[in-house]
Structures are given as C-alpha cells and as structure tokens.
C-alpha cells in the first residue's frame, strides 16, 4: 500500500507556472506507474498525466501538451507535474495516483491508490 499526498497548488495569474508535488509513502513507490488527474467544480475527474515506474514513458492530455511536464525522483519517492502558459480552464482540484501494472494508463478506473488533492486556481 502507499500514501500518497499533493502540494505545490495554489492561486496564479494566466500565463503564469506552478510545480505541484506528490509525495509517497513507503520504499516501494518505484513499482508504481504514477498519474496526475484533476476535476474542475460539477466536471468529471479527467486525465492531464501519466509516467511509467521508471520514468521512461510519458503521457499526456491533449489539453495540456507542450504546457504541462510530468516527471519522477524514484530516489525520493516524489512525482511532479510541472505547469507552465496556465490558463483560467486549468483551474481544478488536482490528485496524484498510483498504479500497480506496468502499463500507463489514462482512466481512473486503473488506479490503485489517490491522494487528496491541491487546488490549482487560474485567474484571468
């Protein structure tokens, strides 16, 4: 099992960069494939990111490409999601995941483990 808690959100100005982290528990979080997803108020959880154990392979959302970096310190247990050129549509509650299979994956259903969330807002 692992926990795993997000920080770094917080209130930026259009165009402007946050780095959310994810911190997990535990000396195992290299066997996990790791997601970024977020939900914006009365919209579904959606996918914005994903990497495998290793770091080797990268998804993203189309919404979000070119924008939005995804990367892993197996070392210190950390995932990051770097965002840059943020807009007032990126403003969501974001959650980090952790995936048990080799695959990377695009839907929440495949993921084993959440943390709580960090808001990101973007102001106009």
């Known amino acids: 099992q692992v926990q795993l808690v997000e920080s770094g959100g917080g209130l930026v100005q259009a165009g402007g960069s946050l780095r959310l982290s994810c911190a997990a528990s535990g000396r195992t979080f290299g066997m996990y494939a790791m997601g970024w997803f977020r939900q914006a108020p009365g919209k579904e959880r959606e996918f914005v990111a994903a990497?495998?154990?290793?770091?080797?392979?990268?998804l993203y959302a189309d919404s979000v490409k070119g924008r939005f970096t995804i990367s892993r310190d197996n070392a210190k247990s950390t995932m990051y999601l770097q965002m840059n050129s943020l807009k007032p549509e990126d403003t969501a509650v974001y959650y980090c995941?952790?995936?048990?299979?080799?695959?990377?994956?695009?839907?929440?259903?495949?993921?084993?483990?959440w943390g709580q969330g960090t808001q990101v807002t973007v102001s106009s």
């Open positions: 990497i495998s154990r290793i770091g080797g392979n990268t």
């Open positions: 995941a952790a995936d048990r299979t080799i695959v990377v994956h695009t839907t929440t259903t495949e993921y084993d483990y």
